[in-house]
């Protein structure tokens, strides 16, 4: 993968399900990109298993910066969280939440089979899902009087530019979304066109 994409799912996963010796485990993929989300999925899924034992989890949130967490809730230290973000990792992606939640059977499977059952879990709903690459992409804005828009708008279709808003009054203002390992020669194209304006989108 290049160094400006990553891959992601757009939507939650089918729910699927897992079974070991009695014990259930329905696994979850859901698209996040806040902690908030994290919370929101979290609180659904505890009303909707609301008898099962234990919702154990792990994220991924971010592109360049990542921020992750496993949470073993209540099983075995490292024998659920972890093993859910091992199968994130394998599959290499980001901006996600797996969930697995276990309903106990009465048959105790050990470390071991605690590790194979999440693991399991978090794999199932990784392949019911539907994952996509993206790029990384940075947002400029580009303003312009009006009798420069053509020049602008055929570098636009030329680099094949992505424009994502655009306001044209008595001057221009279009912004557009360019992948991170293009950008800065964008940025310089734009630059040195005489009396035109880029401004770079900070998050």
């Known amino acids: 993968m290049e ?58 949130i971010g592109t360049e910066t990542i921020k992750y967490r496993a949470n073993d809730d209540g099983e ?16 290499e992606v980001t901006n996600i939440l797996i969930v697995v939640v276990r309903y106990f059977g009465g048959v105790k499977l050990g470390v071991g089979g605690l590790i194979n059952a999440y693991r399991t879990g978090a794999q199932l709903a990784l392949q019911a899902s539907i994952i996509e690459e993206r790029t990384i992409n940075i947002d400029y804005i580009i303003t312009c009087e009006y009798d420069l828009m053509n020049k602008v708008m055929r570098v636009i279709k030329e680099k094949n530019l992505n424009i994502t808003n655009q306001k044209l009054e008595l001057d221009c ?17 734009f630059e040195s066109i005489y009396k035109v304006k880029i401004k770079k989108i900070e998050d």
């Not at 979304?177 to 194209?189: F, G, H, T």
Request: overall charge positive; glycine content about 4%; hydrophobic content about 30%.
């Open 3 to 60: 160094s400006d994409g990553y891959k992601t799912i757009t939507k939650p996963s089918e729910d699927v399900l897992f079974k070991d010796k009695n014990s259930k485990f329905f696994g979850y993929a859901y698209p996040v990109t806040s902690e908030d989300e994290v919370k929101t999925y979290l609180k659904l899924l505890k009303k909707q298993h609301h008898q099962a034992r234990h919702w154990c989890y792990a994220y991924q």
């Open 76 to 91: 075995p230290s490292n024998s659920a969280g972890m093993p859910i973000y091992g199968q994130i990792q394998s599959f």
């Open 173 to 189: 203002q279009i912004t557009i979304s360019v992948r991170k390992k293009e950008a800065d020669n964008i940025y310089s194209i």
